[in-house]
């Protein structure tokens, strides 16, 4: 059974940073892409950045908005992913989640892709 368990979220000014973490268990870890995906009530689930698995690349991608400012990070024997968050500003607000796949690289930015998610964690960034 695949587990996904996201902490490190909280309430920040804008500016401010933070790290969120998400421990996986019940998989072959570095199988798998992890990805951090974002929502907000209303809208639908947003893609904010993925690592590649390493078999194909490890490499990281990241969604327009966040480039520069977010960083993802995996560590493949620990089975942890790390998403650090710099320059936060208030739309970044949202409750993220960590999500794993076995998707083809070119769809690994899309949730439909993802079957394991964390329970999420709620960011709110103050301006």
């Known amino acids: 059974q695949v587990q996904l368990a996201e902490s490190g979220g909280g309430l920040v000014q804008a500016g401010g940073s933070l790290t969120l973490s998400c421990e996986a268990s019940?998989?072959?870890?570095?199988?798998?892409?992890m990805a951090w995906f974002r929502q907000v009530p209303g809208k639908n689930r947003e893609f904010v950045a993925v690592s590649s698995r390493p078999g194909t690349g490890g490499n990281s991608y990241y969604t327009e908005s966040v480039k520069g400012r977010f960083t993802i990070s995996r560590d493949n024997t620990k089975k942890m992913v790390h998403l650090q968050m710099n320059a936060l500003k208030p739309e970044d607000t949202a409750v993220y989640y960590c999500?794993?796949?076995?998707?083809?690289?070119?769809?690994?930015?899309?949730?439909?892709?993802?079957?394991?998610w964390g329970q999420g964690t709620q960011v709110t960034v103050s301006s």
């Open positions: 019940g998989l072959t870890f570095r199988n798998y892409h």
């Open positions: 999500a794993s796949s076995q998707a083809a690289l070119s769809s690994i930015r899309q949730a439909e892709m993802y079957f394991n």
